[in-house]
């Protein structure tokens, strides 16, 4: 069973375009988050979110926006898509009570733009 | 300054080391602090999770946390090839989102 999932695992596209990734996780967590991971190995919060609030990382651009059509699904949305926004996407998901922060990552999806 | 600061390796030993991987930090807010182990194209999974300091053992591995120097660290007791991978510290105060390390790449040789 797969506890957090991504789709596509891979995207390739144009400078300009606008592209989604979705995000499932079947573990019953209430909160969610996108997560991005450039060359380097740096994994970067940009988003965490339950039904609650959301929390934006300032540094994030808004031509990216997070959209949970549920509790188990949150999706990100980037509009007019930029060389500099080649990276690995991570989703995740956790419990935001009972005093832990342990935090379940999908397999990511590798976005390049061309 | 980065918030968290973590040596980026690469790190290689031979099969039966003892291994060493640390962070240091700078928010004193810090309180919940997560070794998270990454395999090439994968997604990041959860290795150690410590709540303010001391030390925590789980198997060969242990993570210890010593916020007065505001340090933790990873040890991992005879090391495997199968131990090869990205090892990131990631910790967090009330806020509930994670401030990452760069991540120390280890390869552990046969």
């Known amino acids: 069973d797969t506890a957090v999932s991504q789709t596509p695992k891979y995207l390739v596209t144009q400078m300009g375009n606008d592209k989604s990734i979705k995000c499932e996780q079947n573990?019953?967590?209430?909160?969610m988050y996108w997560y991005k991971q450039d060359s380097k190995k740096f994994l970067k919060i940009m988003f965490s979110y339950n039904n609650k609030e959301l929390i934006i990382n300032e540094t994030v651009p808004n031509r990216f926006s997070p959209k949970s059509p549920d509790k188990a699904h949150l999706n990100l949305h980037i509009n007019s898509l930029e060389l500099g926004d080649s990276a690995v996407y991570f989703c995740a998901s956790s419990h935001a009570s009972g005093g832990t922060y342990e935090q379940y990552f999908g397999p990511g999806t590798r976005l390049t733009v061309t | 300054q980065k918030e968290v600061e973590q040596d980026p390796g690469p790190l290689s030993v031979p099969e039966g080391a003892i291994v060493s991987l640390n962070c240091t930090y700078s928010n004193s807010a810090f309180q919940y602090f997560m070794w998270y182990r990454q395999y090439s194209r994968k997604g990041p999974e959860l290795l150690m999770y410590t709540y303010s300091s001391g030390n925590k053992e789980d198997g060969r591995f242990t993570a210890q946390v010593d916020k007065s120097s505001k340090y933790i660290s990873l040890f991992i007791r005879d090391s495997q090839p199968s131990d090869s991978a990205t090892y990131l510290c990631a910790m967090t105060g009330s806020a509930r989102q994670l401030t990452f390390g760069s991540g120390t790449q280890l390869t552990v040789l046969p």
């Open positions: 573990l019953g967590h209430d909160t």
